[in-house]
Protein backbone atom coordinates (compact mmCIF):
# COMPACT_ATOMS: atom_id res chain seq x y z
CA UNK A 1 0.00 0.00 0.00
CA UNK A 2 1.22 3.43 -0.58
CA UNK A 3 1.73 5.85 1.81
CA UNK A 4 -1.12 8.14 0.46
CA UNK A 5 -3.34 4.94 0.12
CA UNK A 6 -2.76 4.20 4.05
CA UNK A 7 -3.16 7.82 5.59
CA UNK A 8 -6.49 7.59 3.39
CA UNK A 9 -7.45 3.95 5.01
CA UNK A 10 -6.57 5.54 8.19
CA UNK A 11 -8.58 8.45 7.99
CA UNK A 12 -11.55 6.61 6.82
CA UNK A 13 -11.05 4.14 10.18
CA UNK A 14 -10.96 7.52 12.09
CA UNK A 15 -13.95 9.00 10.90
CA UNK A 16 -16.01 5.42 11.00
CA UNK A 17 -14.73 5.11 14.85
CA UNK A 18 -16.08 8.38 15.58
CA UNK A 19 -19.66 8.30 13.85
CA UNK A 20 -19.59 5.34 16.35
CA UNK A 21 -19.72 7.83 18.95
CA UNK A 22 -22.48 8.17 21.19
CA UNK A 23 -23.42 11.76 19.60
CA UNK A 24 -22.83 10.31 16.41
CA UNK A 25 -25.32 6.93 16.68
CA UNK A 26 -27.45 9.27 18.09
CA UNK A 27 -27.97 11.92 14.61
CA UNK A 28 -27.71 8.25 13.06
CA UNK A 29 -30.85 6.95 15.03
CA UNK A 30 -32.61 10.55 14.39
CA UNK A 31 -32.13 9.79 10.80
CA UNK A 32 -34.38 6.72 10.87
CA UNK A 33 -36.97 8.02 13.24
CA UNK A 34 -37.05 10.80 10.35
CA UNK A 35 -37.48 8.52 7.54
CA UNK A 36 -40.42 6.07 9.86
CA UNK A 37 -42.34 9.56 11.07
CA UNK A 38 -42.42 10.52 7.05
CA UNK A 39 -43.73 6.93 6.25
CA UNK A 40 -45.91 7.22 9.35
CA UNK A 41 -47.27 10.03 7.35
CA UNK A 42 -47.86 9.13 4.57
CA UNK A 43 -49.21 5.96 5.12
CA UNK A 44 -51.88 8.00 7.67
CA UNK A 45 -52.49 10.60 3.96
CA UNK A 46 -53.05 7.30 1.86
CA UNK A 47 -55.41 5.40 4.61
CA UNK A 48 -57.25 9.03 4.05
CA UNK A 49 -57.20 9.09 0.34
CA UNK A 50 -58.06 5.04 -0.19
CA UNK A 51 -60.88 5.52 1.55
CA UNK A 52 -62.38 8.20 -0.47
CA UNK A 53 -61.44 5.84 -3.15
CA UNK A 54 -63.55 2.20 -2.12
CA UNK A 55 -66.45 4.90 -1.08
CA UNK A 56 -66.49 5.60 -4.76
CA UNK A 57 -65.85 2.01 -6.00
CA UNK A 58 -68.92 1.28 -3.72
CA UNK A 59 -70.92 3.88 -4.78
CA UNK A 60 -70.56 3.30 -8.45
CA UNK A 61 -71.42 -0.50 -7.20
CA UNK A 62 -74.93 0.52 -5.83
CA UNK A 63 -76.07 2.31 -9.43
CA UNK A 64 -74.40 5.45 -8.83
CA UNK A 65 -72.20 5.83 -11.98
CA UNK A 66 -71.44 9.76 -11.46
CA UNK A 67 -69.71 8.88 -8.18
CA UNK A 68 -66.69 10.92 -9.17
CA UNK A 69 -68.91 13.95 -8.98
CA UNK A 70 -71.33 13.35 -5.87
CA UNK A 71 -71.94 10.97 -2.87
CA UNK A 72 -75.89 10.97 -3.88
CA UNK A 73 -76.91 10.93 -7.16
CA UNK A 74 -80.25 12.98 -6.69
CA UNK A 75 -77.67 16.05 -6.04
CA UNK A 76 -77.87 15.52 -9.71
CA UNK A 77 -81.58 16.29 -10.58
CA UNK A 78 -82.79 19.64 -12.07
CA UNK A 79 -84.40 21.15 -8.08
CA UNK A 80 -81.56 20.62 -6.58
CA UNK A 81 -78.85 21.60 -9.46
CA UNK A 82 -81.05 25.25 -9.40
CA UNK A 83 -80.57 25.66 -6.04
CA UNK A 84 -76.85 25.47 -5.96
CA UNK A 85 -75.09 28.88 -5.09
CA UNK A 86 -73.21 31.19 -7.14
CA UNK A 87 -69.74 31.21 -7.60
CA UNK A 88 -67.06 33.16 -8.66
CA UNK A 89 -63.70 31.77 -9.55
CA UNK A 90 -61.00 34.19 -9.71
CA UNK A 91 -57.76 33.12 -11.07
CA UNK A 92 -54.73 35.40 -11.18
CA UNK A 93 -53.13 35.03 -13.98
CA UNK A 94 -48.92 35.64 -14.99
CA UNK A 95 -47.39 34.22 -18.34
CA UNK A 96 -48.30 31.74 -20.94
CA UNK A 97 -46.50 28.30 -20.55
CA UNK A 98 -46.86 24.33 -21.53
CA UNK A 99 -49.33 23.17 -19.30
CA UNK A 100 -51.16 26.43 -18.60
CA UNK A 101 -54.13 25.78 -21.70
CA UNK A 102 -54.78 22.37 -20.64
CA UNK A 103 -55.14 23.28 -16.99
CA UNK A 104 -57.81 26.39 -17.82
CA UNK A 105 -59.87 24.23 -20.00
CA UNK A 106 -60.34 22.21 -17.06
CA UNK A 107 -61.30 24.83 -14.91
CA UNK A 108 -63.76 26.45 -16.94
CA UNK A 109 -65.16 23.12 -18.50
CA UNK A 110 -66.35 22.39 -15.04
CA UNK A 111 -69.41 20.40 -14.06
CA UNK A 112 -70.73 22.42 -11.51
CA UNK A 113 -74.47 22.82 -11.96
CA UNK A 114 -74.86 26.02 -9.99
CA UNK A 115 -74.22 29.80 -11.74
CA UNK A 116 -70.35 29.89 -11.89
CA UNK A 117 -68.32 32.60 -13.47
CA UNK A 118 -65.08 33.13 -14.50
CA UNK A 119 -62.45 36.18 -13.99
CA UNK A 120 -59.11 35.80 -15.46
CA UNK A 121 -56.91 38.37 -13.66
CA UNK A 122 -53.68 39.63 -15.76
CA UNK A 123 -51.53 43.03 -14.73
CA UNK A 124 -51.95 43.89 -18.34
CA UNK A 125 -52.97 43.64 -21.93
CA UNK A 126 -49.09 42.69 -22.71
CA UNK A 127 -49.35 40.05 -20.65
CA UNK A 128 -48.99 36.67 -22.80
CA UNK A 129 -51.40 35.05 -20.74
CA UNK A 130 -54.14 37.86 -22.29
CA UNK A 131 -54.43 36.57 -25.53
CA UNK A 132 -54.24 32.88 -24.69
CA UNK A 133 -57.05 33.54 -22.25
CA UNK A 134 -58.89 35.80 -25.08
CA UNK A 135 -58.29 32.61 -27.84
CA UNK A 136 -59.90 30.40 -25.30
CA UNK A 137 -63.31 32.29 -24.19
CA UNK A 138 -63.77 33.04 -27.62
CA UNK A 139 -63.09 28.92 -28.27
CA UNK A 140 -66.50 28.85 -25.64
CA UNK A 141 -68.47 31.91 -26.75
CA UNK A 142 -71.89 31.91 -24.93
CA UNK A 143 -70.97 28.31 -22.93
CA UNK A 144 -69.43 30.28 -20.17
CA UNK A 145 -69.85 32.86 -18.27
CA UNK A 146 -65.48 34.22 -18.41
CA UNK A 147 -64.40 37.41 -19.16
CA UNK A 148 -60.98 38.84 -18.17
CA UNK A 149 -60.17 41.32 -15.76
CA UNK A 150 -57.06 43.94 -16.03
CA UNK A 151 -55.96 44.79 -12.55
CA UNK A 152 -52.62 47.37 -13.61
CA UNK A 153 -49.94 46.90 -11.23
CA UNK A 154 -49.37 46.32 -7.59
CA UNK A 155 -48.04 49.18 -5.10
CA UNK A 156 -48.54 47.56 -1.51
CA UNK A 157 -48.61 43.95 -2.20
CA UNK A 158 -47.08 41.03 -4.59
CA UNK A 159 -49.00 41.14 -8.03
CA UNK A 160 -50.83 38.21 -7.30
CA UNK A 161 -52.53 39.32 -4.15
CA UNK A 162 -53.14 42.51 -5.87
CA UNK A 163 -54.93 40.49 -8.85
CA UNK A 164 -56.94 38.45 -6.33
CA UNK A 165 -58.43 41.66 -4.74
CA UNK A 166 -59.04 43.25 -8.03
CA UNK A 167 -61.36 40.02 -8.86
CA UNK A 168 -63.09 39.68 -5.79
CA UNK A 169 -63.83 43.65 -6.22
CA UNK A 170 -65.42 42.52 -10.18
CA UNK A 171 -67.15 39.28 -9.04
CA UNK A 172 -70.67 38.89 -9.03
CA UNK A 173 -72.60 40.96 -6.54
CA UNK A 174 -74.92 37.58 -5.50
CA UNK A 175 -71.92 35.31 -5.35
CA UNK A 176 -72.28 33.41 -2.08
CA UNK A 177 -68.21 31.73 -2.53
CA UNK A 178 -65.38 32.80 -4.45
CA UNK A 179 -62.62 30.09 -5.79
CA UNK A 180 -58.91 31.32 -5.90
CA UNK A 181 -56.83 29.06 -8.16
CA UNK A 182 -53.52 28.93 -9.95
CA UNK A 183 -53.14 28.43 -13.66
CA UNK A 184 -51.43 25.41 -12.63
CA UNK A 185 -54.50 23.62 -10.95
CA UNK A 186 -55.86 21.09 -13.31
CA UNK A 187 -59.47 20.50 -11.20
CA UNK A 188 -61.68 17.03 -11.90
CA UNK A 189 -65.10 17.74 -13.24
CA UNK A 190 -66.59 18.12 -9.87
CA UNK A 191 -64.06 19.58 -7.63
CA UNK A 192 -66.04 22.63 -7.63
CA UNK A 193 -68.92 21.17 -6.76
CA UNK A 194 -67.28 19.01 -3.70
CA UNK A 195 -65.83 22.29 -2.34
CA UNK A 196 -69.14 24.26 -2.54
CA UNK A 197 -70.56 21.12 -1.15
CA UNK A 198 -68.61 21.06 1.84
CA UNK A 199 -69.05 24.95 2.12
CA UNK A 200 -72.89 24.31 2.30
CA UNK A 201 -72.79 21.88 4.70
CA UNK A 202 -70.64 23.09 7.52
CA UNK A 203 -71.13 27.23 7.37
CA UNK A 204 -68.43 27.72 9.82
CA UNK A 205 -65.87 26.40 7.44
CA UNK A 206 -63.28 29.45 6.51
CA UNK A 207 -61.53 27.87 3.94
CA UNK A 208 -61.58 25.05 1.80
CA UNK A 209 -58.21 23.97 0.41
CA UNK A 210 -56.43 21.30 -1.97
CA UNK A 211 -53.16 20.16 -3.00
CA UNK A 212 -51.46 19.41 -6.22
CA UNK A 213 -50.17 15.66 -6.91
CA UNK A 214 -46.85 16.46 -8.77
CA UNK A 215 -46.17 15.01 -11.73
CA UNK A 216 -42.25 14.99 -12.85
CA UNK A 217 -40.75 15.41 -16.00
CA UNK A 218 -37.55 13.21 -15.72
CA UNK A 219 -35.27 15.98 -14.85
CA UNK A 220 -33.68 16.15 -11.69
CA UNK A 221 -34.98 19.66 -10.44
CA UNK A 222 -38.57 18.11 -11.53
CA UNK A 223 -37.85 15.20 -8.74
CA UNK A 224 -36.97 17.87 -6.09
CA UNK A 225 -40.27 19.82 -6.33
CA UNK A 226 -42.13 16.70 -6.21
CA UNK A 227 -39.93 15.78 -3.00
CA UNK A 228 -39.80 19.02 -1.86
CA UNK A 229 -44.37 19.11 -1.62
CA UNK A 230 -44.72 15.15 -0.76
CA UNK A 231 -43.83 16.00 2.83
CA UNK A 232 -46.66 18.68 2.83
CA UNK A 233 -48.93 16.37 1.27
CA UNK A 234 -49.62 14.35 4.78
CA UNK A 235 -50.93 17.72 6.38
CA UNK A 236 -53.99 17.65 3.13
CA UNK A 237 -55.42 14.52 3.40
CA UNK A 238 -56.81 14.40 6.66
CA UNK A 239 -60.06 14.41 5.06
CA UNK A 240 -61.44 17.43 7.71
CA UNK A 241 -59.81 20.35 9.68
CA UNK A 242 -56.09 21.44 8.86
CA UNK A 243 -53.63 24.12 9.43
CA UNK A 244 -52.25 24.07 6.17
CA UNK A 245 -53.61 25.83 3.30
CA UNK A 246 -52.31 26.13 -0.66
CA UNK A 247 -52.99 29.34 -2.18
CA UNK A 248 -53.28 27.31 -5.72
CA UNK A 249 -56.69 26.35 -4.21
CA UNK A 250 -58.52 28.16 -1.85
CA UNK A 251 -62.54 28.18 -1.80
CA UNK A 252 -64.18 31.50 0.61
CA UNK A 253 -67.05 33.33 1.31
CA UNK A 254 -67.67 36.20 -0.53
CA UNK A 255 -68.81 38.07 2.26
CA UNK A 256 -65.60 37.79 4.09
CA UNK A 257 -63.87 39.90 1.19
CA UNK A 258 -67.48 42.24 0.66
CA UNK A 259 -66.96 43.21 4.59
CA UNK A 260 -63.09 42.35 5.42
CA UNK A 261 -63.98 39.65 7.75
CA UNK A 262 -60.91 38.88 10.28
CA UNK A 263 -59.38 41.10 8.29
CA UNK A 264 -58.84 39.50 4.92
CA UNK A 265 -58.89 42.31 2.35
CA UNK A 266 -56.80 44.65 4.53
CA UNK A 267 -54.21 41.60 5.95
CA UNK A 268 -53.78 40.73 2.47
CA UNK A 269 -53.48 44.11 0.58
CA UNK A 270 -51.07 46.23 3.16
CA UNK A 271 -47.68 44.74 2.57
CA UNK A 272 -48.81 41.01 1.74
CA UNK A 273 -46.63 38.60 -0.14
CA UNK A 274 -48.09 34.99 0.22
CA UNK A 275 -51.41 34.52 0.05
CA UNK A 276 -51.98 31.22 1.37
CA UNK A 277 -49.57 31.96 4.20
CA UNK A 278 -51.65 35.32 5.01
CA UNK A 279 -54.99 33.76 5.40
CA UNK A 280 -53.66 30.84 7.22
CA UNK A 281 -52.20 33.44 9.71
CA UNK A 282 -55.18 35.06 9.66
CA UNK A 283 -57.30 31.68 10.21
CA UNK A 284 -55.26 31.07 12.95
CA UNK A 285 -55.22 34.27 14.99
CA UNK A 286 -59.16 34.23 14.85
CA UNK A 287 -59.45 30.41 15.32
CA UNK A 288 -61.25 29.96 11.95
CA UNK A 289 -61.90 26.73 10.30
CA UNK A 290 -59.67 25.45 7.26
CA UNK A 291 -60.76 22.24 5.81
CA UNK A 292 -59.15 19.79 3.58
CA UNK A 293 -61.92 17.37 1.52
CA UNK A 294 -60.31 14.17 0.53
CA UNK A 295 -61.09 14.51 -3.07
CA UNK A 296 -58.99 17.83 -3.17
CA UNK A 297 -55.93 16.58 -5.06
CA UNK A 298 -55.25 17.80 -8.24
CA UNK A 299 -52.88 16.64 -11.04
CA UNK A 300 -49.74 19.16 -11.33
CA UNK A 301 -47.45 18.10 -14.28
CA UNK A 302 -43.98 20.11 -14.42
CA UNK A 303 -42.37 21.70 -17.01
CA UNK A 304 -40.75 19.31 -19.50
CA UNK A 305 -37.38 20.90 -19.24
CA UNK A 306 -37.39 22.31 -15.36
CA UNK A 307 -34.02 22.82 -15.15
CA UNK A 308 -32.15 22.53 -11.88
CA UNK A 309 -31.58 26.40 -11.49
CA UNK A 310 -35.10 26.76 -12.04
CA UNK A 311 -35.87 24.82 -8.89
CA UNK A 312 -33.51 26.32 -7.10
CA UNK A 313 -35.01 29.68 -7.63
CA UNK A 314 -38.46 28.16 -7.34
CA UNK A 315 -36.81 26.94 -4.01
CA UNK A 316 -35.64 30.23 -2.77
CA UNK A 317 -39.48 31.51 -3.23
CA UNK A 318 -41.05 29.08 -0.94
CA UNK A 319 -38.51 29.75 1.98
CA UNK A 320 -38.72 33.58 1.18
CA UNK A 321 -42.26 33.17 2.20
CA UNK A 322 -41.16 32.22 5.88
CA UNK A 323 -39.99 35.89 6.27
CA UNK A 324 -43.41 37.36 5.85
CA UNK A 325 -45.89 37.54 8.82
CA UNK A 326 -48.78 39.52 10.08
CA UNK A 327 -47.94 39.73 13.51
CA UNK A 328 -45.89 38.96 16.38
CA UNK A 329 -47.29 34.99 17.45
CA UNK A 330 -46.90 34.32 13.54
CA UNK A 331 -43.32 35.89 13.78
CA UNK A 332 -42.40 33.43 16.21
CA UNK A 333 -44.24 30.68 14.18
CA UNK A 334 -42.92 31.37 11.46
CA UNK A 335 -39.38 31.01 13.34
CA UNK A 336 -40.25 27.69 14.77
CA UNK A 337 -41.11 26.85 11.62
CA UNK A 338 -37.40 28.13 10.22
CA UNK A 339 -35.24 26.21 12.62
CA UNK A 340 -37.29 22.68 13.23
CA UNK A 341 -36.90 22.20 8.77
CA UNK A 342 -33.52 23.34 8.70
CA UNK A 343 -32.51 20.80 12.00
CA UNK A 344 -34.43 17.84 10.51
CA UNK A 345 -33.67 18.56 6.80
CA UNK A 346 -29.88 17.98 7.82
CA UNK A 347 -30.69 16.16 10.55
CA UNK A 348 -31.97 13.69 7.36
CA UNK A 349 -29.32 14.24 4.95
CA UNK A 350 -26.12 13.85 7.97
CA UNK A 351 -26.50 9.91 8.66
CA UNK A 352 -26.69 8.88 5.18
CA UNK A 353 -22.64 10.82 5.01
CA UNK A 354 -21.65 9.03 7.45
CA UNK A 355 -23.15 5.96 6.14
CA UNK A 356 -21.22 6.39 3.13
CA UNK A 357 -17.72 6.82 5.25
CA UNK A 358 -18.91 3.51 7.31
CA UNK A 359 -19.46 1.45 3.77
CA UNK A 360 -16.12 2.59 2.18
CA UNK A 361 -14.46 2.05 5.78
CA UNK A 362 -15.53 -1.70 5.12
CA UNK A 363 -14.28 -1.85 1.42
CA UNK A 364 -11.02 -1.18 2.89
CA UNK A 365 -11.17 -4.13 5.34
CA UNK A 366 -12.84 -6.12 2.79
CA UNK A 367 -9.73 -5.53 -0.03
CA UNK A 368 -6.95 -5.03 2.66
CA UNK A 369 -7.22 -6.57 6.10
CA UNK A 370 -7.18 -4.73 9.00
CA UNK A 371 -6.58 -5.34 12.56
CA UNK A 372 -9.89 -6.57 14.67
CA UNK A 373 -10.16 -3.42 16.74
CA UNK A 374 -10.71 -1.38 13.53
CA UNK A 375 -13.01 -4.56 11.96
CA UNK A 376 -14.98 -4.00 15.05
CA UNK A 377 -15.99 -0.28 14.43
CA UNK A 378 -16.74 -0.71 10.87
CA UNK A 379 -19.22 -3.71 12.11
CA UNK A 380 -20.56 -1.61 14.84
CA UNK A 381 -21.08 1.27 11.77
CA UNK A 382 -22.40 -1.60 9.61
CA UNK A 383 -25.10 -2.13 11.86
CA UNK A 384 -26.30 1.54 11.74
CA UNK A 385 -25.95 1.69 7.61
CA UNK A 386 -28.18 -1.57 7.85
CA UNK A 387 -30.92 0.33 10.24
CA UNK A 388 -30.96 3.74 7.91
CA UNK A 389 -30.72 1.55 4.79
CA UNK A 390 -34.24 -0.73 6.24
CA UNK A 391 -35.79 2.71 7.61
CA UNK A 392 -35.39 4.29 3.69
CA UNK A 393 -36.78 1.35 2.15
CA UNK A 394 -40.14 1.78 4.15
CA UNK A 395 -39.94 5.72 3.55
CA UNK A 396 -39.87 4.91 -0.07
CA UNK A 397 -42.16 2.44 0.10
CA UNK A 398 -44.65 4.80 1.94
CA UNK A 399 -44.12 7.60 -0.60
CA UNK A 400 -44.61 5.15 -3.18
CA UNK A 401 -47.84 4.23 -2.16
CA UNK A 402 -49.32 7.19 -1.15
CA UNK A 403 -48.54 8.44 -4.90
CA UNK A 404 -49.97 5.59 -6.23
CA UNK A 405 -53.36 6.17 -3.94
CA UNK A 406 -53.63 9.76 -5.20
CA UNK A 407 -52.78 8.66 -8.65
CA UNK A 408 -55.46 6.51 -8.98
CA UNK A 409 -58.32 9.00 -6.93
CA UNK A 410 -56.97 11.29 -9.87
CA UNK A 411 -58.37 8.80 -12.39
CA UNK A 412 -61.13 7.96 -10.90
CA UNK A 413 -62.42 11.80 -10.43
CA UNK A 414 -61.30 12.75 -13.88
CA UNK A 415 -62.27 9.74 -16.36
CA UNK A 416 -62.23 11.99 -19.43
CA UNK A 417 -59.02 12.59 -18.79
CA UNK A 418 -55.68 10.76 -20.19
CA UNK A 419 -55.08 8.59 -17.86
CA UNK A 420 -51.85 9.38 -15.19
CA UNK A 421 -49.21 6.11 -14.13
CA UNK A 422 -46.56 5.80 -12.14
CA UNK A 423 -44.52 3.83 -14.46
CA UNK A 424 -42.64 7.35 -15.43
CA UNK A 425 -41.58 7.64 -11.65
CA UNK A 426 -37.89 7.37 -11.26
CA UNK A 427 -37.62 5.56 -7.60
CA UNK A 428 -33.53 6.36 -7.92
CA UNK A 429 -33.98 9.92 -8.80
CA UNK A 430 -36.82 10.11 -6.40
CA UNK A 431 -33.86 9.05 -3.34
CA UNK A 432 -31.11 11.57 -4.91
CA UNK A 433 -34.16 14.64 -4.70
CA UNK A 434 -34.56 13.85 -0.89
CA UNK A 435 -30.80 13.99 -0.36
CA UNK A 436 -30.72 17.38 -2.76
CA UNK A 437 -33.49 19.01 -1.48
CA UNK A 438 -32.66 18.71 2.17
CA UNK A 439 -29.38 19.89 1.99
CA UNK A 440 -30.12 22.70 -0.36
CA UNK A 441 -33.26 23.85 1.98
CA UNK A 442 -31.50 25.37 4.99
CA UNK A 443 -29.09 27.15 2.89
CA UNK A 444 -32.28 28.58 0.82
CA UNK A 445 -34.12 29.10 3.78
CA UNK A 446 -30.80 31.38 5.42
CA UNK A 447 -30.28 32.92 2.52
CA UNK A 448 -33.78 34.28 2.17
CA UNK A 449 -33.46 35.22 5.88
CA UNK A 450 -30.52 37.74 5.43
CA UNK A 451 -31.38 38.88 1.90
CA UNK A 452 -35.05 39.94 2.77
CA UNK A 453 -35.48 40.19 -1.12
CA UNK A 454 -36.98 38.16 -3.78
CA UNK A 455 -37.00 38.06 -7.64
CA UNK A 456 -40.70 36.69 -8.37
CA UNK A 457 -41.45 36.83 -11.76
CA UNK A 458 -39.36 40.00 -12.98
CA UNK A 459 -40.93 41.97 -10.15
CA UNK A 460 -38.33 42.63 -6.71
CA UNK A 461 -40.13 42.43 -3.49
CA UNK A 462 -38.37 43.81 -0.20
CA UNK A 463 -39.59 42.88 3.04
CA UNK A 464 -39.40 45.26 6.23
CA UNK A 465 -41.29 43.88 9.26
CA UNK A 466 -42.41 41.39 7.54
CA UNK A 467 -44.64 42.89 4.75
CA UNK A 468 -43.68 44.18 0.94
CA UNK A 469 -42.02 47.55 1.80
CA UNK A 470 -40.38 48.39 -1.50
CA UNK A 471 -41.33 47.16 -5.22
CA UNK A 472 -38.79 47.01 -8.17
CA UNK A 473 -39.82 46.33 -11.14
CA UNK A 474 -37.32 45.02 -14.71
CA UNK A 475 -37.38 43.85 -17.76
CA UNK A 476 -36.15 40.19 -17.02
CA UNK A 477 -36.21 37.70 -16.63
CA UNK A 478 -38.40 36.87 -19.50
CA UNK A 479 -39.88 32.99 -18.23
CA UNK A 480 -41.35 31.71 -14.75
CA UNK A 481 -39.07 29.37 -12.93
CA UNK A 482 -41.35 26.78 -11.98
CA UNK A 483 -43.29 26.33 -15.58
CA UNK A 484 -41.15 28.23 -17.75
CA UNK A 485 -44.50 30.28 -18.18
CA UNK A 486 -43.47 33.45 -21.00
CA UNK A 487 -43.72 36.68 -19.16
CA UNK A 488 -43.35 39.01 -21.99
CA UNK A 489 -40.87 39.74 -25.27
CA UNK A 490 -40.11 37.94 -28.14
CA UNK A 491 -39.42 34.29 -27.63
CA UNK A 492 -35.39 33.61 -28.22
CA UNK A 493 -32.66 31.34 -27.35
CA UNK A 494 -32.83 30.30 -24.04
CA UNK A 495 -29.25 30.84 -22.07
CA UNK A 496 -27.86 27.32 -20.73
CA UNK A 497 -27.32 28.28 -17.07
CA UNK A 498 -25.81 25.65 -14.34
CA UNK A 499 -27.49 25.93 -10.87
CA UNK A 500 -23.80 25.85 -9.67
CA UNK A 501 -23.71 29.40 -11.61
CA UNK A 502 -27.05 30.30 -10.33
CA UNK A 503 -26.39 29.94 -6.79
CA UNK A 504 -22.82 31.82 -6.98
CA UNK A 505 -24.76 34.81 -8.59
CA UNK A 506 -27.44 34.69 -5.62
CA UNK A 507 -24.42 34.61 -3.52
CA UNK A 508 -22.98 37.72 -5.29
CA UNK A 509 -26.13 39.93 -5.08
CA UNK A 510 -26.25 38.61 -1.16
CA UNK A 511 -23.00 40.30 -0.42
CA UNK A 512 -23.39 43.39 -2.50
CA UNK A 513 -24.60 46.72 -0.26
CA UNK A 514 -27.89 47.19 -0.41
CA UNK A 515 -29.14 50.16 -2.52
CA UNK A 516 -31.77 51.63 -0.46
CA UNK A 517 -32.19 51.45 3.54
CA UNK A 518 -34.47 50.04 5.06
Same mark, same amino acid.
Given at each position: ??????????????????????????????????????????????????????????????????????????????????? $????????????????????????????????????????????????????????????????????????????????????????????????? $?????????????????????????????????????????????????????????????????????????????????????????????????? $?????????????????????????????????? &????????????????? &?????????????????????????????????????????????????? &???????????????????????????????????????????????????????????????????????????????????????????????????????????????????????????????????????????
Amino acid at each position: MTGKGAMDSAFLFYMSKAFCSPLAVFIQIQGCAICLILALGWACAAYVRNREIKRIKDSMRAGNSFSFLCHDITELEHSYQTN $LPRVTVVMPLKGFGEHNLHNWRSQVTSLYGGPLEFLFVVDSTEDPAYYAVSSLISDFKDSIDARIVVAGLSTTCSQKIHNQLIGVEQMHKDSRYVLF $LDDDARLHPGSIGALTAEMEKNPEIFIQTGYPLDLPSGSLGSYCIYEYHMPCSMGFATGGKTFFLWGGCMMMHADDFRYDRCGVVSGLRDGGYSDDMT $LAALAGAHKRLITSPPVAVFPHPLSSDLSFSRYW &NYLRKQTFVLESYTSKV &NWIMNRALFSSHCYLSWGFVVPYLMAMTHVAAALQIYIQGHAREETTFVS &NGLLLVSCLAACTFIELFSMWNLTRIEVQLCNMLSPEAPRLSLATYNWVLVFIAMLVDNFLYPISAFRSHFSQSINWSGIRYHLKDGKISKIERSTGPKYTDLAWKKLYGKKGALPKTSFLGALLRSLEQWRQPKKFDG
